[in-house]
């Protein structure tokens, strides 16, 4: 376990497109009616939340940051870190396309991660180590357009994940208590959740050639095993039982896996919400788009952040939000 | 661990499929309902209910709603 003290979670804002789809209206080609149903039933998504062509997670970033900026200003950040599978370019990084198109000064630190559906939480944890060591507030921005790579042809990927983009601002803050993160990760099962042939190792045979493939099967038991142990393992560490915990924000993958994993850990449903049945698996940005979802109403003053998935990997924290302004999510 | 009553949850975790379609001798993989999902259901169910996290090939090679039924039984040895 790592801890991190005096920095927290200033604000938060989330973005989806405006367009979204049944599944029947997206995926015609892949499900009828009876077949949609059934998945619906089962993942909880009824609409998947769908960028058009020319829309890119920069953009999906771009209108959360500037409420972030215009409230907490652009003068004193020192970073500006992206979490992202779906960057604007391969090259250049697009922190960089943010730091210009936001006004940042030309002094702050550019920096991608690559990860994905347990990206928030990474990227909470690093955005929290700068700013804590520079003193100054750091511009988390993330989230991904999933629609652009998933194949039209599979049922698996086509149908759970949508798009969305968020921004935070994480600051050093005089009297905030301490954030324990956990980290796990199982790089040899990478090829569980892939895009083969996606850059340089090429397969003969890829399996959804340069789109996402997942193997549902072995996602839902790595979710079974390993979720609920870095949960079990970050409570134990911490000094906290499952009801101590006020929010379970976990990574809104599909009802069915969140569900199974917080029936495991003992944990009633009114504390872990499933919000993303009109907008899909929004992989980093479903965290965010969860607590801005439930802010109003929840105790966010011990809450769980758990994203698991592509690596594969987990990353839970165990933050407090209480203080943090969580703003409405647009629509762009 | 009785074969009538992992039958009935077999047959729970479908929607529109006729609970007397399930017995212990079903070959599910040829049910109109069964597909990917039914997959990921069936190792959640196996998980809540037995408290094994069995992998996808388990249910792969299943013929028989009973072949699982064993080999459920042979994890929890």
């Known amino acids: 376990m790592r801890t991190i003290s005096g920095v927290s979670l200033k604000a938060l804002a989330c973005a989806v497109p405006g367009q979204k789809f049944t ?21 909880g998504f009824r609409e998947l939340r769908i960028s058009p062509d020319e829309m890119t997670t920069s953009d999906l970033c771009v209108p959360p940051a500037m409420m972030m900026l ?59 180590l700068i700013a804590g060591k520079i003193n100054a507030p750091v511009l988390l921005c993330g989230g991904d357009t999933n629609s652009k790579l998933t194949s039209p042809n599979d049922r698996a990927t086509r149908c759970i994940f949508g798009d969305a983009g968020f921004a935070g601002i994480v600051a050093p803050e005089t009297g905030a208590g301490d954030t324990p993160f956990r980290f796990a990760n199982f790089g040899e099962r990478a090829y569980s959740i892939i895009m083969e042939n996606s850059r340089h190792r090429i397969t003969g045979h890829p399996r959804n050639n340069g789109c996402y493939f997942m193997d549902g099967a072995a996602v839902m038991n790595f979710a079974l095993t390993e979720v609920p142990a870095a949960v079990r393992g970050i409570l134990t560490e911490s000094g906290y039982v499952v009801d ?72 839970v924290c165990i933050a407090d939000f209480s203080r943090t302004k969580f703003f409405t999510t647009t629509e762009i | 661990m009785d074969i009538k009553d992992f039958t009935a949850k077999f047959a729970a975790q479908f929607f529109e499929t006729d609970p007397s379609e399930f017995k212990p001798e079903t070959v599910f993989k ?38 699982l039924f064993n080999a459920v039984c042979e994890l929890k040895k």
């Not at chain 1, 599944?23 to 993942?43: F, G, W």
């Not at chain 1, 919400?273 to 011990?302: C, E, H, K, Q, Y």
């Not at chain 2, 259901?41 to 388990?58: F, L, P, S």
């Open chain 1, 70 to 128: 215009d409230d907490f200003g652009r003068e004193n950040v020192g970073a500006v870190v992206f979490v992202s599978k779906t960057p604007d370019y391969v090259s250049p990084a697009t922190s960089h396309i943010l730091q210009a198109r936001l006004g940042l000064p030309s002094s702050v630190l550019c920096l991608d991660i690559n990860e994905g559906c347990s990206g928030f939480v990474a990227g909470l944890y690093v955005s929290s």
């Open chain 1, 23 to 43: 599944l029947t209206e997206y995926a015609p080609n892949l499900v009828d009616e009876k077949s949609a149903r059934q998945i619906e039933n089962v993942s």
């Open chain 1, 244 to 315: 101590d915990i006020t929010l379970y924000a976990f990574h809104q993958c599909n009802r069915l896996i969140l569900s199974a994993v917080a029936k495991k850990l003992g944990i009633p449903p009114e504390k872990s919400p499933f919000t993303a049945g009109d907008t899909g698996n929004t992989s980093s940005a479903s965290i965010p788009l969860l607590l801005a979802d439930v802010a109003g109403n929840a105790d966010m003053r011990r809450v769980i952040c758990a994203g698991f998935g592509v690596g594969l990997s987990v990353g």
């Open chain 2, 30 to 67: 040829e049910l109109d309902e069964w597909s990917s999902l039914s997959l990921i259901q069936m190792i959640a169910m196996i998980d809540a209910e037995y408290r094994v996290t069995v992998d996808g090939q388990i249910i792969n090679q299943a013929e028989t709603i009973q072949d």
